[in-house]
C-alpha cells in the first residue's frame, strides 16, 4: 500500500512566522503535490514536482514555496505566515506513468492566529 | 475549460438505504481519466477508482458500482445497502492525458449514514 505521511495533524503558529510542512512518501513516486482545502473553494493546488529539484506553479502558489531535496521528501514553506492561510493542507503523490491517481496523506491543519 | 459538478451537496440516508452520488463533467478533450475519492472525517483523500474515457465499462466493487456514460458526461456512484463507516466526503475529478498533473475537482457530496 502507499502510504504518505505528513509531520503534523495540527499546527497553530503566529503571524509571520515560517512555517515547513513535510510530507514523505515510501512508494518511489516521481510526482508530488501540495494542495489547500478550503469550505466553499475545494481543494486547489499550490505547487507540485515531478522530479527532485524540479517544481512547477499550481494554481495558488503566491505565499508558498517548496524544496523537494530527495525524492521521497516534498516539503511546503510559508515564508511568512499569514492568518488567509489557516487551512487544511493536503501533500500527494503519483507514479509517473499510466496511472493517474493521486494518493493522499493525512492532511495538516494549520491555524495562524 | 474542464469543469466538473457535482450537484448534490449533502445527502443523508438511513443504513441499508441505496444511495447514487451524481457527478457531470466537462472536456473537450477525447481522452481523460476520472475519479472517486472518498474523505472521511480523519481528512484523508482515499482514492476509489480510476476510469479512462475508452473504458465505459461498468465497475463493481463489493457494495460499490460506478455507472460511467459518455454520452451524458456522467459518472455516478452507488452505494448499496448503505452503512455508517460510509459517512464521508466524496470526490468526483477529472484530469486530462494533455496536463495529467492538474486535477480538477468536483466540489464534493456530503453523505451522513444515519444508524
Known amino acids: 500500500d502507499v502510504k504518505v505521511t505528513q509531520s503534523s495533524r495540527y499546527l497553530v503558529k503566529r503571524t509571520g512566522e515560517k512555517v515547513f510542512l513535510e510530507c514523505v512518501q515510501d512508494m518511489d513516486h516521481e510526482n508530488m503535490f501540495w494542495y489547500r482545502q478550503d469550505p466553499g473553494l475545494g481543494l486547489r493546488l499550490i505547487y507540485f514536482s515531478y522530479d527532485v529539484k524540479m517544481k512547477e506553479k499550481g494554481d495558488i502558489p503566491e505565499g508558498y514555496s517548496v524544496s523537494r531535496e530527495k525524492k521521497e521528501r516534498f516539503s511546503l514553506i510559508l515564508e511568512s505566515a499569514s492568518t488567509n492561510q489557516t487551512s487544511m493542507y493536503l501533500c500527494a503523490s503519483r507514479a509517473f506513468g499510466v496511472t493517474y491517481e493521486q494518493y493522499f496523506g493525512p492532511g495538516t491543519r494549520l491555524t495562524v492566529t | 475549460a474542464q469543469k466538473v459538478t457535482q450537484a448534490q451537496t449533502e445527502i443523508s440516508v438511513v443504513e441499508k438505504e441505496d444511495v447514487t452520488l451524481d457527478c457531470v463533467y466537462e472536456?473537450?478533450?477525447?481522452?481523460?481519466?476520472l475519479f472517486w475519492y472518498k474523505q472521511p472525517p480523519s481528512g484523508e483523500l482515499v482514492f476509489l477508482i480510476r476510469r479512462n474515457s475508452f473504458d465505459e465499462q461498468n465497475e463493481i466493487s463489493g457494495r460499490y458500482s460506478w455507472n460511467f456514460q459518455k454520452s451524458t458526461s456522467s459518472f455516478n456512484f452507488t452505494i448499496t445497502a448503505s452503512q455508517v463507516v460510509d459517512s464521508a466526503v466524496y470526490f468526483c475529478a477529472l484530469t486530462l492525458k494533455t496536463s495529467y498533473d492538474k486535477v480538477i475537482f468536483g466540489p464534493g457530496t456530503s453523505l451522513s449514514v444515519i444508524p
Open positions: 472536456t473537450r478533450d477525447t481522452t481523460y481519466y
